[in-house]
């Protein structure tokens, strides 16, 4: 099984207290993959995964009061700190759903859907489905990871191996992490990061989209 959500949950609650400062070097990375949603004041983002809640700062400026947030989060401890985010803020229009992507019920449709180093996520096509089939048509989709460079790219990857290990369940699909997006979201850039390391997937989920044949 490519994912697996109890390690899932134990490999967060391990990490929720060093979380944030982990992060900060892929900071700029998020502020690019939030620029590519070309959010809208008054839309409704959804943020899968949404972890501590990094993300809601950006996406709060974006969207304004007017607009909703909507954090999923499987992990306690994670969802713990991302909602005494959004207390500290005082936003009134953030809500956090304590789910999985598979299980995650949203309270209304989206405009726009943010995966923001979500690779368990990203390679499990049923929860990709479950929560893409929860969106308006024509709702932008932002993706963006980890994933292998090019093998003669290898210092690279030496970089990507213990990041991956500390942030996914399992390494299948890192080669091209959107796979099974693409079969839902009509993709229209793959942009690469980081000397290769990350990926930066953008496009619309089009309720006529035919996949390619792989
Ligand atoms: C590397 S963190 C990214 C957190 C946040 N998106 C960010 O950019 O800071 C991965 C997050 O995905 C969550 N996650 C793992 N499995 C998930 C699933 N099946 N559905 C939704 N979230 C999941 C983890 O609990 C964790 O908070």
Redesign the pocket.
Known sequence: MP?D?RA??AQ?ARRAPV?DLE?ALFEPV?RRAIARLALRPGEVVV??????G??LPLLHAAVGSAGRIIG????PE?LALARERARREQWRNVTLVAA???D?QLPEPADAVLF???H??MR?AA?LAHVLGQVKPGARVVACGLRWAAPWAWPVNLMVLPAALR?VTSLEGMQRPWSHLERLVRIAQVESLLAGGVYLASGVRAADHKPRKP
């Open positions: 994912h959500q899932a949950l967060y979380y992060l998020r943020d899968v995964g949404c972890g501590t990094l993300s999923v989060e499987p992990s994670m999985s992507a598979l995650a923001h180093f979500t368990d996520v499990d929860a942030s």
